[in-house]
């Protein structure tokens, strides 16, 4: 990949949400259409000319004055150059790059700041996490269903359904007093954790993890636990699983790019400064009196962190972990997880029964993980036929080329052995 191209895809994820925030506060939520439109315009720009020009001393700089001149023209066009420009052409030729602009109840971060005004208790609650996730983070549709393991249709339609609630109550961007900013924290720790979540497992892109959208993730959870209102042991849970996770991304991806299972991973590459990170977040976590999802998952992750092998895990515990998930917090992704705990405590027949007792509809049709598990059970079964077709079907719903490249050695695998069992009986 060329260094421009690079270049803009990271400053796509680092600068985007930051772009829209201070373009927002200037334009007003009612215009976000126009906002994203120039936005997005900005670092097609950046491809093109960084290409033939070189990538300018102040890439971000340069990002922000693109888009702001872009909305400027499209404001002329509009004709409300009078009422509205003045926002955008205060000093703009001394404007390097967006302002560091802190606001009420000092959250010093715009993205931050967009993500609880997204967050807006007015929006309907199933559409705030897919409108902040594509307002802030630049998602697709098709990322963002991932996500939440729905429909691309579905995610359209959460999404227009906040725009125009945000746009009836022509709210602006200020910071909301400080029991709103309490009120909206659930959905603002939503939207984080998919975001580091999509991160973890990177469902379009060529790569297995997407460090710069799990950093992206930390450092807003860090902001936020740096405000009052987030100085909570929810947001330290949080943090603390974040940092749990990170600690093995070394060990998760191969040097030629490639997936390496659980069980397969070398932890003596794991990040010990996270997971020390981890721990002390941990700890502050375990003040007050509510147990919360990130609380347990953290608690799941930690149990991974601390055993010196597969091995030595203590499976009881991360069970026991998703046992409670169940009941505050039930989820696919956590009945999926259980049944493969379940696997490691009595093997993979027991990991079926758990899945086959998963109720049809709560059954995540569009989630490849939860076939590619069956598929390797039944794998390690020797029932090769019931593999293939949970292998192909896993595959079939990938897009990211380092899942489809392992789905694929799996079914090829699977195959030969097909081979060899057909080969013995004849």
């Known amino acids: ?3 421009p191209r690079a270049l803009v895809e990271h400053f796509f994820r680092h600068e985007f949400g930051r772009l829209v925030a201070v373009l927002t506060r200037s334009l007003g939520v009612r215009r976000l259409d126009l906002v994203e439109d120039v936005v997005q315009a900005a670092l097609v720009q950046a491809l093109e000319s960084w290409a033939r020009r ?19 023209d499209a404001l ?3 004709q409300t150059y009078a009422r509205v420009l ?18 009420a109840d000092e959250i010093g971060d715009e993205p931050l700041r967009l993500l609880f005004v997204s967050c807006h208790e007015e929006v309907p609650a199933e559409s705030r996490v897919a ?16 996500g939440l393991l729905t429909t691309e249709a579905n995610v359209q339609k959460r999404i227009e359904r906040a725009r125009d609630r945000l746009r009836d109550l022509d709210i602006d961007f200020e910071a909301p007093a400080t029991p709103q900013l309490r009120a909206r924290l659930d959905a603002v720790l939503s939207v984080i954790y998919l975001l580091f979540s999509q991160g973890c497992h990177a469902t379009h892109a060529d790569v297995p993890i997407r460090r710069d959208l799990c950093d992206e993730a930390r450092r807003l959870a860090q902001m936020l636990a740096a405000h009052p209102v987030g100085d909570v042991p929810v947001v330290h849970a949080l943090l603390a699983l974040m940092c749990f996770h990170a600690a093995r991304f070394d060990a998760r991806v191969a040097l030629d790019g490639g997936i390496v299972l659980f069980e397969q991973q070398d932890r003596s590459t794991w990040n010990w400064g996270d997971v020390r990170e981890g721990m002390e977040w941990l700890a502050r976590a375990a003040a007050g009196d509510e147990l919360t999802r990130y609380h347990v998952e953290a608690g799941i992750a930690w149990e991974h962190c601390r055993a010196s ?36 405590l009595r093997g993979p027949q027991a990991g079926l029964d758990r899945l086959a007792a998963v109720a049809p509809e709560d059954v995540p049709a ?24 949970a292998w192909l079907e896993a595959l079939r719903l990938t897009s990211a080329s380092a899942d489809q490249e392992f789905l694929r050695r799996r079914l090829a695998d699977c195959r030969r052995a097909l081979g060899l069992a057909t080969i013995a009986r004849s």
Do not use: K
């Open 1 to 3: 990949m060329s260094e």
């Open 54 to 72: 070189g990538v300018p001393e102040d890439p971000a700089g340069w990002l922000y004055r693109t888009a702001r001149n872009l909305a400027v």
């Open 76 to 78: 002329r066009r509009e």
């Open 86 to 103: 003045p926002h955008l052409s205060d000093g703009a030729e001394q404007v390097a790059a967006p302002p560091e602009v802190h606001f």
């Open 131 to 146: 409108f902040a996730l594509r307002t802030l983070c630049g998602f697709s549709s098709a990322e963002i269903a991932r």
């Open 309 to 344: 092998s597969v091995a030595d895990t203590d499976w009881h515990r991360i069970a026991a972990g998703y046992d409670v998930l169940d009941r505050i917090a039930p989820s696919p992704i956590h009945a999926l997880n259980r049944a493969v705990a379940e696997v490691y």
């Open 366 to 389: 569009r989630y490849p993980g939860w076939y590619a598990v069956i598929g390797e059970l039944h794998s390690r079964l020797g029932q090769h036929p019931a593999a293939e077709r």
